[in-house]
């Protein structure tokens, strides 16, 4: 499957933009030695060979700052997406499979947090108990995981009635048996597009939450970078355009690398992503040729 992800445009340009990010995030301390938050040279300088995006009000390299930033924001969408997959994959296939009061009471409560708005949530959190990391990866992870464990719920309700879940339960196999080897491996694929989105939508409200001042004072951060820049937009047009595009390039690696795996989930978009081999100008398959050869004599009927 991640083959044939890789042939579709959208595949292969998804991978790209996230090994980009990924390799950003990881080798940052190597990419951009140096702490962030230290002056380089003068302040409100333009992307030169010194300093390839610029330098800010304060003085601090641009690319440093950008790409350390980048590596808190992905930190932010790790944690988060990592809890929301473990809390939604086992309330999802517990109620799926399960059925009755507790898919009810498991499905109410994903409900009510559903109904929940994440970032003004996140607002008031920030404002009772103070800005930070851990806070924020522990409200998103704990509120993220509703649409993940309805999406889980609908698959493991057709797969309960399926004859290999079927035939591990005629053998004695234990319910958490069954979730774990039967259940759990064919609800991944599905689950790991959801994620895809879901950490697109993290990494937007950290953006927008360190962008009206509620972010983290101590980290660094994408969003924080264009909140610091909203005030020289018309003098240092680098301090906003670099630190956006990162956030773009972002989503749109997630995005693109979620709609890939979709296609190939989905039996008419596998269908259609399947190499075919054609002969001739006609399209036809091999199988579809016209078999030439001699056509065999009819049957000589028996003698009475």
Do not use: C
């Amino acid at each position: 499957m991640l083959r044939r992800a890789l042939r579709t445009p959208s595949g292969l340009v998804g991978a790209l933009l996230l090994l980009i990010v990924a390799t950003t995030a990881l080798l940052a301390n190597v990419i951009a030695p140096g702490k962030p938050t230290a002056s380089a040279g003068p302040s409100l300088q333009s992307p030169s060979l010194d300093h390839l995006m610029g330098t800010d009000n304060y003085g601090r390299d641009m690319f440093r700052a950008v790409a350390h930033g980048t590596r808190t924001s992905m930190t932010v969408v790790v944690a988060v997406v990592v809890m929301s997959l473990i809390i939604g994959l086992f309330v999802g296939m517990v109620s799926g499979y399960t059925g009755g009061v507790v898919d009810a009471v498991l499905m109410r409560m994903t409900e009510m947090f559903q109904s929940v708005p994440r970032f003004f949530l996140a607002i008031l959190v920030v404002g009772f108990f103070g800005a930070g990391l851990d806070k924020l990866i522990l409200l998103l992870g704990l509120t993220s995981w509703d649409l993940l464990a309805r999406v889980v719920r609908a698959e493991s309700l057709s797969l309960r009635r399926r004859e290999f879940v079927d035939a591990a339960r005629s053998v004695g196999a234990a319910p958490a048996r069954i979730l774990l080897r039967h259940i759990l491996p064919n609800v991944l694929p599905s689950a790991v597009v959801v994620a895809s989105l879901l950490g697109s939508r993290v990494i937007l409200i950290e953006a927008a939450l360190a962008f009206i001042g509620l972010g983290d004072p101590n980290a660094i951060s994408l969003g924080y970078l264009l909140e610091n820049a909203q005030n020289f937009l018309s003098q240092a047009w680098w301090m906003s355009v670099f630190p956006g595009s990162a956030i773009a390039v972002v989503v749109l690696g997630l995005n693109l690398s979620g709609d890939a795996v979709n296609d190939l989930l989905n039996p008419l978009g596998a269908e259609a992503a399947r190499p075919r081999r054609l002969t001739g100008g006609r399209g036809r398959r091999r199988s579809d040729r016209p078999r030439v050869g001699p056509v065999p004599a009819p049957p000589v009927p028996a003698p009475r």
